[in-house]
């Protein structure tokens, strides 16, 4: 009996970090996804402003530019 009980305690270890693991990941790429879309999205806002007129191209370069600078910054 308690050789079955030590072999379920395992077993319930290993699922618990397994399940931490996994949990960690989808955690991950939900992130990687927001972040993404808030880039794009941000990306869409200033080619509508260069668009309209209220900036000009070479704002809307140096705009992008940096915010593509700044995640490099985040990463190293």
């Given amino acids: 009996m308690d050789q079955i009980l030590a072999a379920a305690a395992d077993w319930y ?6 399940g931490c693991f996994v949990l960690s990941m989808v955690f991950k790429a939900l992130t990687t996804i927001v972040t993404t879309a808030s880039r794009e999205r941000s990306r869409r806002e200033i080619a509508a402003y260069i668009a309209e007129g ?23």
């Fill in 13 to 18: 270890v290993i699922t618990i970090i397994g």
């Fill in 54 to 76: 209220s900036i000009n191209a070479d704002q809307g370069e140096r705009l992008i530019r940096a915010d593509v600078n700044r995640g490099m910054n985040r990463a190293a």
